[in-house]
Nanobody
Framework: QVQLVESGGGLVQPGGSLRLSCATS????????MGWYRQAPGKQRELVAR???????YYADFVKGRFTISRDNAKNTVYLQMNSLKPEDTAVYYC???????????WGQGTQVTVSS
């Protein structure tokens, strides 16, 4: 059974930082492309950042220079370090796993990030 469990969300002031974690089980993590997506109220889910099995990364323009995605294959966990947070970063953040061995994508349950003073 595949499980992706996000944690680390919360309320933070503008300019602050949060670190999200996504612990996985049931997938071959080291062979998976891992991604962070977000969905704000009334908006479509959008890709924030992605890290490939080889370590290469991709960032959406709106987070470049502020967010960093990383992975720990020994812990089957992917992280999203979010700095210089803005109110427009407020959303539910979801972890996604795309194993190279499968056509199926897997999602976590999401963690709420609220940036407000």
């Amino acid at each position: 059974q595949v499980q992706l469990v996000e944690s680390g969300g919360g309320l933070v002031q503008p300019g602050g930082s949060l670190r999200l974690s996504c612990a996985t089980s049931g997938v071959i993590f080291r062979l998976s492309t891992m991604g962070w997506y977000r969905q704000a109220p009334g908006k479509q889910r959008e890709l924030v950042a992605r890290i490939f099995s080889g370590g290469n990364t991709y960032y959406a323009d709106f987070v470049k220079g502020r967010f960093t995605i990383s992975r720990d294959n020994a812990k089957n966990t992917v992280y999203l370090q979010m700095n210089s947070l803005k109110p427009e970063d407020t959303a539910v953040y979801y972890c996604n796993a795309a194993p190279s061995t499968s056509l199926t994508n897997y999602w976590g349950q999401g963690t709420q990030v609220t940036v407000s003073s």
